[in-house]
């Protein structure tokens, strides 16, 4: 295992953009990213860029156009710069991030651009192109959509933690509040807890406010070595750790569906490259496509013991003023979920918290966040470590 500062050059984030999420009609998936990366480019004031990543899902099913990294190098006027595209569904965006901080640390280049980028809405079916990511053969071809899986591992929780459905409510009932206070959220209005128990039954016992929505939308971040930073900006603020996991892809497959491995390892594997502990974690954004995601992760990273995860967020331990503030962004829930643009949006939240320019949703005292990133029921998680400095 690389240890932060040991072979690697040390990496920091120096600017950052995002398009609004929801239903972005007017606008095609090469506009959306152009409009995220426009925004970073000026945020960091750079005045070139070495190499980009572009995280994204399934833009070829969602809207027929692949080859994204030429796409967006073409339309962003950067050719003929290196331009790579992500794939590592849901979670494509924060593997995209991992690639970026892999390529600086390594020296091979200096200024990465890193996106995420998503078109849903214009998809005839966007559960069939979701559903690319879960297992085709054994899941998807007998039916099961991402809501059905999250569902059974919603049952398989509550059946041995006790975890309620009213902890699985409070989650989306937090998560709202923080999008109302997010001006590029899909979402900005409070619910209560009927406003959940009441919504739409989608897969029992998830309801139509238990899940992130089908959005379009980008996100991109600007890094450069830690070295070159203070010259583009006060506030950098540094990857500190990074970690990458897989899982078997399809749920039959896991000894118990409660714990997602992937996102033990790749929180252990970031958390020791750091050198820091859960209890040193100021705030994270976590993956919660479904509302019992959220709590699964909230265990899966250690922030509190496992089966615990819905009392944590039941007494408020995870509000904006807890122990841990999660998803102060709103979330996926709330915020939106174009899902090659989360893993990167998650990193934005994260340095406009650290560098203090999150507005209503400030967390005091923001030192050192995190962000968590899922593919599909977990057969992929990337989690960062971000420290202000
Ligand atoms: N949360 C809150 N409101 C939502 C919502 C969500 N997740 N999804 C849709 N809505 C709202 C819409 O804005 C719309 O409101 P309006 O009538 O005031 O305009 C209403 O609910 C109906 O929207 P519609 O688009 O018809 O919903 P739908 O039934 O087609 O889709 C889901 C609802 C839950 C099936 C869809 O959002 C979904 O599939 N979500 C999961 C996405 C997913 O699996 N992502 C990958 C995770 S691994």
């Not at 995209?96 to 901080?101: D, E, K, N, P």
């Not at 999250?150 to 009932?173: C, D, N, P, S």
Request: hydrophobic residues 40%; glycine residues 12%; proline residues 3%.
């Amino acid at each position: 295992m690389v240890r932060e500062g040991d072979v690697m050059r040390e990496v920091a984030i120096i600017g950052c953009g995002m398009t609004k999420f929801g239903e972005l009609w007017q606008l095609s998936i090469r506009d959306i990213f152009v409009e995220a990366a426009l925004k970073a480019i000026d945020d960091a004031h750079v005045d070139h860029i070495d190499s980009m990543y572009v995280g994204n899902m399934t833009a070829g099913i969602f809207v027929g156009q692949e080859h994204l990294g030429s796409v967006m190098a073409d339309y962003l006027g950067l050719t003929p710069i290196p331009a790579t595209r992500i794939e590592s569904a849901c979670a494509s965006g924060g593997l995209a991030l991992r690639q970026g901080f892999i390529e600086i640390a390594s020296g091979m280049s200096d200024i990465v651009l890193v996106g995420g980028v998503e078109k849903m809405t214009d998809s005839s079916d966007p559960t069939y192109g979701l559903a690319a990511a879960a297992d085709r053969e054994y899941e998807a071809y007998n039916g099961v959509s991402f809501p059905g899986l999250y569902a059974m591992i919603a049952r398989a929780h509550m059946h041995k933690y006790g975890t309620t459905r009213e902890q699985l409510a409070l989650v989306a009932v937090k998560n709202h509040k923080n999008g109302s206070m997010n001006p590029n959220a899909q979402f900005q209005r409070e619910i209560t807890i009927d406003t959940v128990l009441n919504s739409t039954l989608i897969a029992d016992p998830l309801r139509l406010m238990d899940c992130s929505p089908i959005s379009d939308g980008a996100a991109c971040v600007i890094l450069c070595p830690l070295s070159e930073a203070k010259k583009y900006t006060d506030t950098p603020v540094k990857i500190i750790g990074s970690g990458f996991a897989t899982d078997s892809i399809a749920l039959h497959q896991r000894k118990d569906i409660t714990t997602l491995n992937a996102v033990v390892k790749s929180g252990q594997q970031a958390f020791k490259m750091a050198g820091l502990t859960p209890d040193k974690i100021d705030l994270a954004e976590v993956h919660d496509c479904f509302t019992i995601a959220e709590i699964c992760v909230i265990e899966d990273l250690e922030f509190t013991e496992k089966g615990k995860g819905g009392e944590f967020v039941e007494k408020g331990l995870a509000n904006i003023d807890g122990k841990i503030p999660i998803n102060t962004s709103g979330g996926l829930k709330s915020k939106g979920h174009p899902v090659g643009a989360t893993g990167v949006a998650q990193v934005v939240e994260i340095f406009e918290q650290l560098t203090g320019n999150a507005g209503k949703r400030q967390v005091k005292n923001a030192h050192v966040g995190l962000a968590q990133n899922m593919g599909g029921s977990g057969g992929s998680s990337v989690v960062h470590i971000m420290e202000g400095v």
